[in-house]
């Protein structure tokens, strides 16, 4: 992928700061990016996005406008995560999960004002190729397993799995 100078230059400027960017990797000249992060190949940071500290960011992730991530999480390969998606410090994403800021899309209605929040609260997990469906607040601690399709609100310190995710146990930590 061919940068411009503006954006080879702010790459170099935030490279001084940063532990690891991939060349192939693009990350939009607003977007804040915290002390060693790790951004992998093949990897789009839209405008506006922030990310904490001591993040990794996987390969071929999509990270849409308006993104916050916190400090210290790990996001794996292939994950999407899309406008209206704050995630807090310690956050766990597997491989390919994904996530949804509309409630009822369709091809031919332009919904960028109906996006939805959705809310990953400190030290959750969400396994491989789970989807979080939008206006979700998964809270502290809390485990979605892998394959899972998210459609409620998780309680903190719970294991959820299955379509629709439903609550397996508690957690003690």
């Not at 804040?32 to 506006?48: A, F, L, P, Q």
């Not at 030290?123 to 809270?139: D, E, H, P």
Request: glycine share 8%; hydrophobic share 35%; with cysteine.
């Amino acid at each position: 992928m061919a940068y411009s100078k503006k954006l080879s230059k702010n790459l170099n400027d935030m490279n001084k700061k940063i532990k690891f960017i991939h060349k192939t990797s693009y990350v939009h000249k607003s977007s804040k990016i915290g002390k060693n992060v790790k951004i992998w190949r093949y990897t789009s940071i839209h405008e506006n996005c922030s990310i904490g500290d001591d993040s990794s960011i996987g390969q071929n992730v999509c990270i849409g406008p308006n993104v916050v991530i916190g400090k210290n999480c790990k996001i794996q390969n292939n994950v999407s995560i899309y406008d209206g998606v704050t995630i807090e410090d310690d956050v766990f994403l597997g491989p390919s999960c994904v996530f949804t800021n509309v409630k009822y899309p369709r091809s031919k209605i332009n919904q960028k004002k109906k996006f939805v929040r959705t809310l990953l609260k400190k030290g959750c997990t969400i396994g491989a190729n789970a989807t979080i469906v939008c206006g979700i607040v998964v809270s502290e601690n809390s485990f979605v397993g892998a394959g899972s399709v998210v459609t409620k609100n998780v309680d903190k310190n719970c294991l959820v799995f299955g379509n629709p995710a439903k609550k397996i146990k508690k957690l003690n930590f």
